[in-house]
């Protein structure tokens, strides 16, 4: 089991950062890829970036984030990081990290993020 905390949402002005965090808990961190995924009003959730497991070598983002949005992990910490910049009002959703490895899967509770002036 792997218990998931999100931290680090609120509000923010358009073209603002915001960095998310994402600690983990109940098992060997480094051995999970990490995916950031969000849930917009309205919409069905989907997925914004992931990170491989162990070093992290690898990071994938979907088009609607690349180039503002970079993911990382820290597993001396046990935590996954989300750097947001320059925001966008579409930007405004739920975010959940989510914790991965072969059929095993593990949610976060979410934290709310909203790009508003």
């Known amino acids: 089991q792997v218990q998931l905390v999100e931290s680090g949402g609120g509000l923010v002005q358009p073209g603002g950062s915001l960095r998310l965090s994402c600690a983990a808990s109940g098992s060997i961190f480094s051995i999970y890829d990490m995916l950031w995924y969000r849930q917009a009003p309205g919409k069905q959730r989907e997925w914004v970036a992931d990170i491989t497991s162990g070093s992290g070598s690898n990071t994938n983002y979907a088009d609607s984030v690349k180039g503002r949005f970079t993911i990382s992990r820290d597993n001396a910490k046990n935590t996954v990081y989300r750097q947001m910049n320059s925001r966008k009002p579409e930007d405004t959703a739920v975010y959940y990290c989510?914790?991965?490895?072969?059929?095993?899967?593990?949610w976060g509770q979410g934290t709310q993020v909203t790009v508003s002036s």
């Open positions: 989510n914790a991965r490895k072969f059929l095993t899967n593990f």
